[in-house]
């Protein structure tokens, strides 16, 4: 579900024209924000390899997800 939830706001973000170091920081920021009152969940290691993927895919920020 978290890795889900990370994967649509890597797009979203990457709609919204963000470069990919920024998506990683806010991925990171709200990670930290949703878990501040437990350990870093195993997953949040994840978030560069999910942000790169999603990047990677291809076509202008801001345009058409390619799937």
């Known amino acids: 579900m978290y ?3 990370l ?3 890597a797009g979203l973000l990457r709609r919204l024209a963000f470069s990919a170091p920024e998506a990683k ?4 920021a709200r990670v930290a ?3 501040e009152l437990h350990a870093t969940p195993s997953f949040a ?3 560069d390899g999910i942000v ?3 990047y990677r ?3 202008p920020p801001g ?3 390619n799937l």
């Open 33 to 35: 924000w949703d878990f």
């Open 3 to 5: 890795l889900d939830e």
């Open 7 to 9: 994967r649509y706001r």
């Open 52 to 54: 790169d993927e999603i």
């Open 45 to 47: 290691a994840k978030i």
């Open 25 to 28: 920081a806010r991925l990171r």
């Open 57 to 59: 895919r291809g076509g």
């Open 63 to 65: 345009g058409t997800p």
